[in-house]
């Protein structure tokens, strides 16, 4: 089936440590997005890419760095930067920017800091 | 820039009630509209969209009408079932804003049996 895959669902990281999130799409869309989910809070852009080995900072890019050296996969890394990354992940795509297009997303995932 | 602001939740009905859920947008030029479903723990899912004016997105019995004089795109629901409790957020995919979406805060609803 087509869709979005995000792993792992849960990640635990513990002080000082980069993590890195995983996200593929077999849709063949060549925006993709990661998007960050605070308890009871919308959702805020981290990073985007429009094209393969390309990408632009969103809103919220400082403690965060992301690559795009392939269509299907767009790989989050939460470095020790980030001081607060306790957070629900969500990563997606589109099949380009224009703005009709539907962006669709991945199942999510969590990150705590133990 | 672009925003979307959305009527503060949590939201409380009981089954069979009738749902409205405001949202009000400012973008310039014409943006696609947008509503998206969170279930808990889960990503979000596409409900429905309009990509202009006076066009009305529609889907398991949710509808929104593309209101460009009232900048709104409301979410109305005839008749809701408790299978619809969740987090609803509206959000906009503007012409000017790169190819991004631009989310409200999201509305919690509880539907009660």
């Known amino acids: 089936d087509g869709g979005i895959t995000q792993s792992p669902k849960y990640l635990f990281r513990k002080e000082g440590q980069n993590v890195t999130l995983s996200c593929e799409q077999n849709?063949?869309?060549?925006?993709m997005y990661w998007y960050r989910q605070d308890p009871g809070q919308g959702l805020r852009l981290i990073y985007y890419s429009q094209i393969v080995n390309d990408f632009q900072k969103g809103d919220i890019a400082e403690g965060y760095s992301v690559s795009r050296e392939k269509k299907e996969s767009f790989p989050l890394t939460v470095t020790s930067a980030q001081k607060n990354p306790t957070a629900f992940y969500l990563c997606a795509s589109s099949a380009d920017r224009s703005s009709g297009n539907t962006i669709y997303f991945g199942e999510g995932s969590w990150l705590t800091v133990v | 820039g672009d925003s979307v602001t959305q009527m503060e939740g949590p939201v409380t009905l009981s089954e069979e009630a009738f749902l409205t859920i405001n949202c009000t947008y400012t973008?310039?030029?014409?943006?696609?509209l947008f509503w998206y479903v969170q279930y808990p723990g889960e990503g979000l899912q596409l409900l429905l969209k309009?990509?202009?004016?006076?066009d009305k997105g529609s889907n398991k019995g949710f509808e929104a009408t593309y209101r460009k004089e009232t900048t709104s795109f409301h979410l109305e629901k005839g008749s809701v079932q408790v299978s619809d409790s969740a987090v609803y957020f509206c959000?906009?995919?503007?012409?000017?804003?790169?190819?991004?979406?631009?989310f409200g805060e999201g509305t919690q609803l509880t539907v009660n049996p």
């Open positions: 309009a990509t202009k004016a006076d």
């Open positions: 959000a906009l995919r503007g012409e000017t804003s790169g190819s991004r979406l631009t």
């Open positions: 849709l063949n869309h060549d925006a």
């Open positions: 973008a310039t030029g014409y943006p696609s």
